[in-house]
T-cell receptor, first 113, second 115 residues
Framework: SQQGEEDPQALSIQEGENATMNCSYKTSINNLQWYRQNSGRGLVHLILIRSNEREKHSGRLRVTLDTSKKSSSLLITASRAADTASYFCATVYSGGGADGLTFGKGTHLIIQP | DAGVIQSPRHEVTEMGQEVTLRCKPISGHNSLFWYRQTMMRGLELLIYFNNNVPIDDSGMPEDRFSAKMPNASFSTLKIQPSEPRDSAVYFC?????????????FGDGTRLSIL
């Protein structure tokens, strides 16, 4: 399978702490995207990092990409209760056009107040 | 701006019945995707359209599944006959296609239960 895999599957931290989630994938990619899914809702795009980028920031989010290790990490700083959600990495593989995303199984993040 | 709109939000029906899920993509988006989400298999791409034309339906599980996009503002996913193993949340997403470096915009899904 070409699916990305997130690690850990579940993460519970205290409000205010930083949360780090990792993603590994298997083949060359065009880009890697992170999405958030709140319970009972659709996925919401958070950030996209292209294969020629190494780090990207958006507000409290920081994403890194290491193409040599085929891995990415998502860091959420100063976590809030509202960050409680599942987080997915998704890849668009090289050679694809407007292909569908290939998702991992997600990391379920719980922020304890 | 209106996002991707899916209907119904919930559907409960008995096995053997026909099920039709509907999706209205974001205006101006020319690529549309159908996904299925289950606990066991996660999110799976079923089919996607570009400019209303099906491009890749390799993810459609069986002939019981079919999808259409008669125009740029509407798509359907049909299951006939439905089976209990089709129970899942079905998502529609749209994007401004032509480049893989575009984020996808998801609807809130249809939660389908086949009894």
């Amino acid at each position: 399978s070409q699916q990305g895999e997130e690690d850990p599957q579940a993460l519970s931290i205290q409000e205010g702490e930083n949360a780090t989630m990792n993603c590994s994938y298997k083949t060359s990619i065009n880009n890697l995207q992170w999405y958030r899914q709140n319970s009972g809702r659709g996925l919401v795009h958070l950030i996209l990092i292209r294969s020629n980028e190494r780090e990207k920031h958006s507000g409290r989010l920081r994403v890194t990409l290491d193409t040599s290790k085929k891995s990415s990490s998502l860091l959420i700083t100063a976590s809030r209760a509202a960050d409680t959600a599942s987080y997915f990495c998704a890849t668009v593989y090289s050679g694809g056009g407007a292909d569908g995303l290939t998702f991992g199984k997600g990391t379920h993040l719980i922020i304890q107040p | 701006d209106a996002g991707v709109i899916q209907s119904p939000r919930h559907e409960v029906t008995e096995m053997g019945q026909e099920v039709t899920l509907r999706c209205k993509p974001i205006s101006g988006h020319n690529s549309l995707f159908w996904y299925r989400q289950t606990m066991m298999r996660g999110l799976e791409l079923l089919i996607y359209f570009n400019n209303n034309v099906p491009i890749d339906d390799s993810g459609m599980p069986e002939d019981r599944f079919s999808a259409k996009m008669p125009n740029a503002s509407f798509s359907t996913l049909k299951i006939q006959p439905s089976e209990p193993r089709d129970s899942a949340v079905y998502f529609c997403a749209s994007t401004l296609g032509g480049s893989p470096n575009q984020p996808q915009h998801f609807g809130d899904g249809t939660r389908l239960s086949i009894l």
